[in-house]
């Protein structure tokens, strides 16, 4: 697939089938994903893959996060306890993806340099017709979750990025205001 058709096709896909994605997989497309310009090559990412039985451990302790935070035990609390336990259960593989700044550049380049890993891991299993979909909700930045998944207390995460084998095929279409249309030239 050409570069430029495979940006423009690459969609977010939640549905995702049970189907185990090989480790071999995984660890071709972390390798692709940090090839990403990054200043002074500080490499401020870092990887966690989540898999197997440790998603369900992945939901318990997104699970327990979530109700400390919770006020009461109100319906709509108890949702939203239930929802974080089975949310990993809905890939195969997850692999949350954080920022580690650096200190030796502003923060927001490694932000960005972390957004091109990223960008590079998605274009990269869309091209091995594997579907992703990233999240974060609220507990992503909770600061209880980094040490469970063994990050740094600066550590920031990007995203969790739920990776698996679409369901079915699927033809998304999608719209994009033209670059025009956000451009100011200066000559």
């Not at 189907?19 to 870092?46: C, F, G, R, S, Y």
Request: proline share 6%; glycine share 6%.
């Amino acid at each position: 697939m050409e570069l430029v058709e495979l940006i423009k096709s690459r969609r977010s896909i939640g549905a995702l089938d049970e189907k185990d994605v090989p480790d071999e997989v995984v660890k071709e497309l972390l390798d692709i994903a940090v090839w990403a310009p990054n200043h002074k090559k500080t490499e401020p990412w870092k990887f966690r893959v989540i898999k197997g039985e440790g998603r369900v451990k992945l939901g318990e302790e997104m699970a327990r996060i979530t109700n400390e935070k919770s006020t009461g035990l109100s319906e709509e609390a108890k949702q939203k306890i239930e929802k974080a336990a089975k949310g990993p259960l809905r890939a195969p593989v997850i692999i949350a993806l954080a920022v580690s700044p650096s200190g030796k550049v502003p923060e927001i380049e490694e932000i960005a340099a972390c957004g091109c890993v990223l960008q590079n891991f998605l274009l990269a299993a869309t091209e091995k017709g594997l579907a992703t979909i990233v999240r974060t909700g609220d507990i992503a930045h909770e600061p209880e979750f980094r040490p469970y998944l063994k990050l740094e207390e600066n550590d920031k995460i990007i995203g969790l990025i739920y990776l698996g084998y679409p369901k079915k095929d699927f033809e998304i279409k999608a719209v994009r205001t033209p670059a025009e249309e956000k451009t100011i030239w200066f000559d």
